[in-house]
């Protein structure tokens, strides 16, 4: 299905109070059904059913009727929440390919004896009973529980200790823990795994106002998702999963039958941290010495007899994303630059930007994200109007920037790109990517964020190897711009090898009218350093699109290289190529593989290089421009873009490339700006390269950031095709952040 079930219900918010319980199932249906006949250009990829395909879930919305239920002071009812969240449940299961059937699907009453018959005579797989708990007399009590029988079967505790643990982590409420009773009908009587969930207290009168808001039940109902998918005798509550870590971690978990677990052991990319004998089994884990990146975190309980349980999460650590620089920016007339921020976080960031200036001193402005959502900034409206600036963002918490700038360059060349920044400053940069043909002017912005002058080399390196080279200095927090094509004539593919005694920030604009047909402009944050592996989600060679892979060799001697395509729907093709002692090659994707190809490339020489990918286009006949990709040096398994935008004249891509020999289960997340944040599952095949169209998943018009997570390690980037403001035309692709990945 083209939107998964949390999007649908996100269309359908507004009417969950006003619209009757079958009006809204046939909503949903039809909602559903027309999301089937949604295909974006390009062949976007609809989602595929999930894997609870065949499985039957029955979900039981307790009380109903004249039978209300708890009531919370401010005269809420249990019987109205637990139906919505049986709902959102239900949208969720079905958009995985389940079959749901509902003990109720209005405000009715429903006997016990009916409801766990209903669940026998289906023959359903799996019984899931929503209540809501209440302490009368105790309004600060509060806390999520999970209720089996007291006979219950092993898979009945495995369900509830990961739906409980998911629960927890995601609420954040206290552990009331999974508790065997007698008193319940509906798990006593029923013939499959069975559970009730108390997510909270509604007695509690902060809660009660929390169950109010749509946007929390489904926090609720998606926690329920989550422990279905993953029923284990041992399950992790914190960290919460796909979520970045940071400073000391805390790793709590839920254990079934912790009366007879002789010890619990946690280790880290399968070393041991630390063991525990008895409850409660929390851990904690120092990230400060931990480079950027994805930690595996196992746990294994080990029961009297010998008997073991295991589950694993990855721990994400991104702590250089507190910092960015952007190097090229400004004001100009004819330019429009903004910054776009991505809080990942469960809490709000409040941050910093110091803008600098050639020849002037520095701005600094504060900023204030709310959790999991975008953050829009235009640079103009922070410095005025007419100026060059580069930037320094600071943040106490990671987060993820990117600058978009739109312009009309020297009132000709109207397009856009985006920077994707960097997180340090650095002494040597690299850009395979560059040229003084007819129609293309190029540059290199240099940032210098430090306290003394930076003596900066620059080499330029053609075909033929160097071609000029020349010593600058760049003063302290100031920024200086040099045009390449004054510095080695008109006609020539170059190279850049950029050297410092003090660490710099570098970015390389270029701005073009190809061939006399494609006018826009590219920017690259170039590479810190050559390696053996590069990597490529996006490319394309259908009509009207050109495609290049520039290969710099900055080394003494010739090298070969090993480019392979990973081609939708078709199979790979692998080319080699060598390159000269200090040279730059091009290689004409469109001549070689083939045209009308959606491909991937994986790129792996004998020594070090540089690889870049520009590519040339009239996408559908209305939007004609260029970009750069800067490749990434590995896989990763979590990426994070911090621009996207699916309003007017706007066109949102996301390509996922699989270079293992194994499926990949992802997830992609969408946080929107205005601080919703949506999702959909998808799965790749091994040696795949897949496209979806953002605008065709997402229901929504306006700003957003995305954060995309595999099972196992993927390369992502982002296209974008625009019309700004109904006149720039143009496009922009970037390769995102990934936590330990490269560049």
């Known amino acids: 299905m083209t939107h998964d ?42 989602a595929r059913a999930g894997g609870l395909s065949g499985w039957k879930f029955c979900i039981d919305a307790g009380h109903g009727g004249s039978e209300s239920g708890a009531v919370g002071p401010g005269g809420t009812q249990e019987k109205d929440i637990n139906l919505k969240v049986a709902f959102i449940l239900k949208g969720l299961l079905e958009a995985e390919g389940a079959t749901v059937l509902m003990t109720r699907q209005s405000d009715v009453a429903v006997s016990i004896t009916d409801r766990w018959t209903m669940a026998n005579n289906w023959g359903a797989d799996r019984f899931i009973c929503i209540h809501h708990n209440a302490m009368d007399g105790e309004p600060g009590v509060n806390g999520t529980e999970t209720l089996v029988a007291i006979y219950a079967s092993q898979a009945s505790m495995e369900l509830a200790n990961s739906v409980q643990a998911a629960l927890v982590g995601q609420l954040g409420l206290p552990n009331r823990g999974v508790k065997k009773v007698d008193y319940c009908g509906v798990l006593n009587h029923t013939n499959m ?37 993953m029923p284990s005798s041992i399950n992790f509550i914190l960290p919460q999963e796909n979520m970045i870590s940071y400073q000391a971690v805390d790793v709590d978990l839920q254990v079934v039958g912790s009366e007879t677990v002789s010890r619990v052991d946690l280790l880290m990319n399968d070393s041991l941290m630390a063991t525990k004998s008895s409850e409660p089994y929390d851990f904690s884990v120092d990230t400060a010495g931990l480079g950027d990146g994805s930690y595996s975190l196992r746990a294994v309980a080990t029961y009297q007899g010998g008997r073991q349980a ?15 620089y952007f190097a090229e920016g400004t004001t100009r007339s004819g330019f429009q630059e903004w910054l776009t921020v991505l809080n990942p976080n469960t809490q709000p960031v409040d941050f910093s930007v110091t803008y600098a200036f050639e020849g002037s001193d520095a ?34 918490l990671p987060i993820m920037v990117e600058r978009p700038m739109y312009f009309l360059y020297k009132g000709q060349w109207d397009g856009g790109h985006v920077s994707s920044g960097s997180n340090q400053p ?141 081609i939708q729907g078709a199979a790979q093709q692998t080319h080699e190529v060598e390159i000269p002692a200090l040279s730059r090659y091009t290689f004409d994707v469109n001549t070689e593989i083939g045209k009308n190809l959606q491909l991937s490339a994986s790129i792996n020489s004998d020594s070090p290089i540089v690889a870049e990918r520009p ?51 992802v997830e992609i997340r969408f946080h929107m700006e205005s601080d919703e944040v949506l999702w959909e599952r998808h799965t790749l095949a091994p040696h795949s390269r897949t496209t979806f169209s953002v605008n065709s998943m997402n229901p929504y018009q306006e700003g957003m950031g995305f954060s995309i997570h ?13 019309r700004y403001k109904g006149a720039w035309v143009g496009g922009t692709v970037s390769p995102g952040y990934a936590p330990g990945s490269e560049r």
Request: with cysteine; proline share 5%.
């Open 193 to 229: 795994p069975a559970i009730l969930t108390e997510a909270s207290f509604l007695s509690n009168p902060q809660e009660e106002q929390r169950l109010r808001d749509d946007g929390y039940l489904y926090r609720e109902a998606s926690a329920i998702m989550q422990g279905i998918h």
């Open 615 to 665: 590519i040339y286009y009239n996408y559908h006949n209305w939007c004609t421009g260029g970009d750069v990709g800067i490749g990434v040096t590995r896989p990763s398994r979590h990426w994070y873009f911090a621009e996207g935008y699916t309003g007017e004249g706007f066109e949102d891509w996301l390509c996922l490339q699989n270079p293992g020999d194994q499926p990949v289960d």
């Open 5 to 46: 079930a949390n999007i649908l219900f996100n269309k359908l918010k507004p009417l969950l109070h006003d619209i009757s319980s079958k009006a809204l199932t046939i909503l949903l249906v039809l909602l559903v059904a027309a999301s089937l006949f949604l295909l974006g250009p390009l062949n976007a990829k609809p």
């Open 426 to 566: 650095v002494t040597d940069w690299y850009f395979a990517e560059g040229t003084t043909r007819q129609g293309f002017e190029e540059w290199l912005c240099m940032l210098n964020p430090g306290d003394t002058t930076a003596k900066v080399k620059i080499e330029y390196l053609s075909a033929g190897g160097l071609i000029g080279q020349e010593e600058i200095a760049v003063e302290p927090w100031r920024r200086s711009t040099i045009f390449v094509n004054e510095k080695v004539g008109p006609d020539r593919d170059v190279s850049l090898r950029v050297t410092s005694d003090r660490p710099i920030v570098a970015e390389r604009p270029m701005y073009f009218n190809f061939e006399g047909r494609a006018k826009g402009g590219s920017v690259s944050t170039g590479a810190n350093h050559p390696a053996a592996d590069w990597y490529f989600a996006e490319g394309y060679t259908g009509s009207g699109f050109r495609e290049f892979i520039c290969l710099f060799n900055p080394a003494t001697t010739p090298t070969k290289a090993r480019l392979n395509f990973q």
């Open 363 to 396: 701005a600094k402005r504060g900023y204030h994200i709310e959790a999991e959502s975008r953050l829009s900034i235009e640079v103009a409206n922070e410095v005025g109007e007419g100026r060059d600036v580069s930037i320094l963002v600071d943040s106490p």
């Open 310 to 324: 295991s589950i694993s999460r990855d721990m994400i650590i991104a702590n250089q994303t507190k910092r960015w």
């Open 710 to 722: 595999g099972s196992g390690d993927i390369i992502v980037e982002r296209p974008i095709y625009f």
